[in-house]
T-cell receptor, first 116, second 112 residues
Framework: EPEVTQTPSHQVTQMGQEVILRCVPISNHLYFYWYRQILGQKVEFLVSFYNNEISEKSEIFDDQFSVERPDGSNFTLKIRSTKLEDSAMYFC??????????????FGSGTRLTVV | QKEVEQDPGPLSVPEGAIVSLNCTYSNSAFQYFMWYRQYSRKGPELLMYTYSSGNKEDGRFTAQVDKSSKYISLFIRDSQPSDSATYLCAISTVDSNYQLIWGAGTKLIIKP
C-alpha cells in the first residue's frame, strides 16, 4: 500500500538552529500538508500546499516556517530559527485531490523534533 | 468553547468488550467526520469517515453521527489487544478547505 515517508524519524537541534524536515508524499497525490502535535496536546494544522504554492496556513505558521517542493517528489518544512516550543511531532500528509479530501489524508509516521 | 471535544482517557477494557469512543463538536457547519487511529510513535491512520447522520459499519468498527446533537461515536466490537491505540476524531468542512480540526484523542487499552 502506498505510504507517505518522513525523514528523519527523530531530530535533535540546538535552539536557534535551522532544521529541514523531509517528506515524500504518495506519488499521484496533489495536495500536501504539515501538521504538528506537541506532546500531550491536539494535532494542529500548519499549512497546506497545492500546485507549488501555499493554499492555506494557520497562525502557527509564521515567518519562521517555510515549505517547498524542490524536486517534484520531496516536500519539505523548514524552521529557520528553532525555539524550545517548536519541539513536537511533525506529520506530513497528502491527499489525492479535492474529491477525496473530505475523507481524510494519508499521514506519514512523523518526525520527532526536539529543540534543546 | 473548544471546537471539538474528546475525553483523553485512558479507557481500559477487557478483551472482547464493546468499546464506545465519543466526540462532541460546537459548529453545526461541520460536514465531514473522521476517525483516526494512532499507534505510539506513528502517524494517524484513517479508520473511517462519514458525512451524514446515522451509522456506517466496517467490519468490527461502526461510526455514528448525530448532527442534531453534534455528537459522533466510534464503536469497536469484539475488541482485541491490537486495538490498543489512541483514537482521534477529526472534522472538516468545505468552507475551511477541508482543514482537519482534531479532538484530543482517547487512549484505549484492551487488556488480554
Amino acid at each position: 500500500e502506498p505510504e507517505v515517508t518522513q525523514t528523519p524519524s527523530h531530530q535533535v537541534t540546538q535552539m536557534g538552529q535551522e532544521v529541514i524536515l523531509r517528506c515524500v508524499p504518495i506519488s499521484n497525490h496533489l495536495y500536501f500538508y504539515w501538521y504538528r502535535q506537541i506532546l500531550g496536546q491536539k494535532v494542529e494544522f500548519l499549512v497546506s500546499f497545492y500546485n507549488n504554492e501555499i493554499s492555506e496556513k494557520s497562525e502557527i505558521f509564521d515567518d519562521q516556517f517555510s515549505v517547498e517542493r524542490p524536486d517534484g517528489s520531496n516536500f519539505t518544512l523548514k524552521i529557520r530559527s528553532t525555539k524550545l516550543e517548536d519541539s513536537a511531532m511533525y506529520f506530513c500528509a497528502s491527499s489525492e485531490g479535492q474529491v477525496s479530501m473530505p475523507y481524510g489524508y494519508t499521514f506519514g509516521s512523523g518526525t520527532r523534533l526536539t529543540v534543546v | 468553547q473548544k471546537e471539538v471535544e474528546q475525553d483523553p482517557g485512558p479507557l481500559s477494557v477487557p478483551e472482547g468488550a464493546i468499546v464506545s469512543l465519543n466526540c462532541t463538536y460546537s459548529n453545526s457547519a461541520f460536514q465531514y467526520f473522521m476517525w483516526y487511529r494512532q499507534y505510539s510513535r506513528k502517524g494517524p491512520e484513517l479508520l473511517m469517515y462519514t458525512y451524514s447522520s446515522g451509522n456506517k459499519e466496517d467490519g468490527r468498527f461502526t461510526a455514528q453521527v448525530d448532527k442534531s446533537s453534534k455528537y459522533i461515536s466510534l464503536f469497536i466490537r469484539d475488541s482485541q489487544p491490537s486495538d490498543s491505540a489512541t483514537y482521534l476524531c477529526a472534522i472538516s468542512t468545505v468552507d475551511s478547505n477541508y482543514q482537519l480540526i482534531w479532538g484530543a484523542g482517547t487512549k484505549l487499552i484492551i487488556k488480554p
